[in-house]
């Protein structure tokens, strides 16, 4: 008797290994070809049925095969995903130090991961089952004797025939005379979209520096090369984008093309679908569980010719890649935080170079990573250093907010400007980044502050919706009716917000529409797409918002742009904080004076002397960001030095601590057994920046080299005494190799 076929299935869950299932023996064996990367619905623990995806196969097991469960279904024909795709993120799993089973389903759409068919709805079509004689018999019955002769030429959808003004009461009728008969079957898809390529003829003029950048792209289109397209706020990278991509289209290559946010997509699309009569797809979280598996089909068949998403459309499975272009490639949100913590922008730059096509980032404010790498020449810089068309930089401003009086955080040198750009028929941006009506309430008699019982953070008021919030672990509270401490009933909202900020303004502006734009204010579905829409309009005049309005946004009636209050990232533990902060100022600054009219940017601060301000005022980012690589080359900080976070929480903080202490062990053990203790740097177990969160204290362990692949090695050889460390399963671990967040 053969000897049954083990698969190794990878499953969702996290843990670093694979589990042993038999295949079902009555399989025929034209269905046992091509086993890895097909997925598989098995039994685990008990009762419980998950979908994974075999990673290998064998003939032999370290257990008993008596004992080895059997497969319940094999659900796919053939692998689901491409060799290049995973190899890619098998290559990731060990980079990251992350379960390749969780990291597959990284690459699946939500429907995938529950075993449905990797395929199309699948359409209603008509087709016909008479004879010649039963239509000219319908004569009479004009309409079904019409739909009788479409169907004889072809079978059609119910969507086709309606278009021509079939009524589905005529199809029903000619289905109970057994005339028609119904079908689903796949809808069709032009593969060949490259020869009916078409641009529209509407195409601004090129500046120089457009076409510099356009031509070095071209030039290098057939083979990896990575470039940072730096330009400033306003340059029109966008346009460089359109250009680059007409030759790879042409060649029948697909485009993937990530941006930081889901509110930039819309506007993007605009463009793009203005450009090109082609097939766009898009893929983001808010898409529903169809939506994202016909984009997906259409990626890997090939119908796609622009795939545009956010951060997990890096994952797409692209049949013919050509090209990729990371947008605002400095953007924070880029990072995945929670689960797979992988880097878009990383992940990006790997998979072009393993499938050797060209990857374009653009930025007006470059990571200082990226910058790092395309000063060494690692990278192709291509600069655009000037605004397109007639539009002018903005002029920039602090005002010194030492004595003030303030309404809401306005200062009345800002009132006043408001009120004049306000009269010229302008439209105004203010930048808050704190949403909610306060930060925080406080007793006006003893300053007893209402704190968040699960977080070392304050909770956040918001008026409107009458409650408590602490944006950290979501809980919130009823508004209390008196002190807990003095029993007093004068409770006040101390600090601004967006929400006070927004009933302030309408109160100094009663003429002028406020819009407030903000997480609290976005939530329904479409609604940030109809702000815009509005904004674009004309409808309101003063624009009011968190980071959302910062990027990306092309406002051309915005002549004021104001950051109402930046101080509390001067003064912040994090060595990234000032990088943010100029990042920040250079983005919204960017939302001023886009057209023919000139802009202005004014920035409230109590340290208008502080010395990156003063850089970011008269030098701009430029000059602050190869400032700052001298900082961190001195400093030994990235991108000098490669890093990874091992952090751990709990209920008890001794345990979370103790098990980072036992890590750490491991890890000089480790360095000691390699003779690399000199080249690797182990700081902590500290707490946290916030130490509590969500109930659980948060312990973490920095680990440090100038070496990437040392950092990688060593944690790959400690990461399995880690995991049978007792302490491992009574705390939440995890590893984040190049953070961004020591929060």
């Not at 497969?71 to 290049?84: A, E, R, W």
């Not at 004009?142 to 030429?153: E, R, S, V």
């Not at 490259?194 to 030039?219: F, G």
């Not at 096509?357 to 990573?369: C, D, F, Q, R, Y």
Request: aromatic fraction near 8%; charge should be positive; glycine fraction near 4%.
């Amino acid at each position: 008797m053969p000897k049954p076929i083990i698969c190794q299935v990878a499953l969702p869950i996290p843990l670093r290994r694979s589990f042993d299932y038999q295949l079902p023996a009555h399989l025929a064996p034209e269905q046992l070809t091509s086993l890895v990367g097909r997925r598989v619905c098995v039994p685990f623990g008990g009762k419980k049925q998950m979908i994974g995806v075999i990673c290998s196969t064998t003939q032999d097991s370290d257990f008993d095969l008596k004992k080895i469960k059997s497969v319940i279904t094999l659900i796919d024909t053939q692998p689901l995903l491409s060799t290049p795709l995973w190899d890619l993120l098998q290559w990731a799993s060990v980079y990251y130090q992350h379960p390749f089973g969780d990291v597959l389903q990284q690459a699946l759409p939500s429907a995938l991961r529950k075993g449905k068919e990797a395929t199309f709805k699948a359409q209603e079509y008509w087709e016909i089952t008479s004879t010649d004689a039963d239509i000219i018999e319908t004569k009479r019955a004009k309409k079904q004797y019409q739909a009788l002769l479409l169907l004889q030429k072809k079978s059609q959808s119910a969507a086709q025939l309606k278009v021509q003004g079939i009524s589905r009461s005529t199809l029903n009728a000619l289905q109970l005379k057994n005339l028609i008969t119904r079908i689903e079957k796949q809808p069709e898809f032009d593969l060949n979209w490259s020869k009916n390529l078409q641009e529209s003829e509407d195409k601004p003029n090129l500046t120089a520096e457009q076409a510099i950048a356009i031509t070095a792209v071209n030039q290098q289109n057939t083979q990896f090369n990575c470039f940072l397209l730096e330009g400033i706020t306003g340059s029109g990278k966008t346009e460089v984008y359109l250009n680059i991509l007409t030759p790879i289209l042409k060649m029948g290559k697909q485009v993937l093309i990530i941006v930081p946010e889901i509110g930039l997509t819309p506007q993007i699309v605009q463009r793009f679908q203005a450009r090109f009569n082609l097939p766009i797809y898009l893929k983001h979280s808010a898409l529903n569980a169809r939506q994202q598996l016909d984009t997906w089909c259409h990626a890997k068949q090939g119908s796609a010719a622009i795939i545009i998403g956010t951060r997990s459309a890096i994952f797409s499975d692209i049949k013919n890649l050509g090209l990729i272009i990371l947008d605002e490639e400095h953007d924070a949100s880029f990072k995945q935080q929670e689960g797979f913590r992988y880097h878009a922008r990383d992940f990006a730059i790997k998979r072009a170079h393993m499938q050797n096509i060209p990857i374009v980032l653009g930025s007006a404010t470059p990571a200082l990573e990226t910058l790092h790498n395309a000063l060494q020449g690692k990278f192709h810089h291509l600069h655009l250093t000037q605004r397109a068309g007639s539009a002018k930089p903005p002029v920039s401003s602090l005002i010194n907010l030492a004595g003030l009086p303030l309404q809401s955080g306005l200062s009345p040198q800002l009132i006043e400007l408001m009120g004049q750009h306000l009269q010229k028929d302008n439209q105004v941006i203010l930048f808050l980044n704190r949403r909610g009506f306060s930060p925080v309430l406080m007793c006006h008699e003893c300053g007893w502050l209402v704190k968040c019982t699960r977080c070392d953070a304050f909770y956040t008021y918001h008026k409107k919706a009458n409650y408590l919030h602490c944006h950290h672990c979501a809980s919130t509270l009823p508004i209390p009716k008196q002190c807990h401490d003095c029993g007093s009933t004068q409770l006040i909202a101390n600090g601004v917000g967006t929400e006070q900020l927004e009933q302030t303004l309408q109160t100094l502006f009663p003429s002028y529409p406020v819009i407030r734009i903000d997480r609290d204010n976005t939530r329904k579905k479409e609604s940030f797409d109809q702000y815009l829409t509005d904004i674009h309009q004309g409808k309101y005049k003063i624009l009011l918002g968190t980071q959302m309005l910062a990027k990306g946004h092309h406002f051309p009636n915005v002549t004021l742009v104001a950051l109402i209050d930046v101080d509390g990232a001067l003064f912040c533990n994090d060595f990234r904080a000032s990088e943010r902060l100029a990042q920040l100022f250079t983005q919204v600054s960017g939302r001023a004076g886009r057209a023919e009219k000139k802009g202005q940017v004014v920035l409230q601060t109590h340290h208008p002397e502080h010395a990156l301000l003063q850089e970011l005022i008269n030098s701009g980012y430029t000059q602050f960001s190869r400032n700052a690589l001298c900082e961190r080359k001195l400093a030994q900080l990235p991108p000098y030095q490669y890093q990874a976070l091992l952090r751990a929480e709990c209920e008890n903080a001794t345990l979370a601590e103790n098990f980072l202490n036992l890590c750490r062990q491991i890890l000089m053990q480790v360095c000691n057994e390699h003779n690399i203790t000199d080249k690797m740097l182990l700081l902590g177990p500290i707490p946290a920046s916030m130490e509590r969160r969500a109930g659980r204290y948060r312990f973490q362990l920095l680990v440090q080299s100038a070496y990437r692949a040392l950092i990688t090695q060593t944690l790959q050889r400690a990461i399995e005494a880690f995991t049978k460390l007792p302490e491992s399963r009574k705390v939440r671990w995890s590893i984040d190799v190049d953070p961004i967040d020591f929060m």
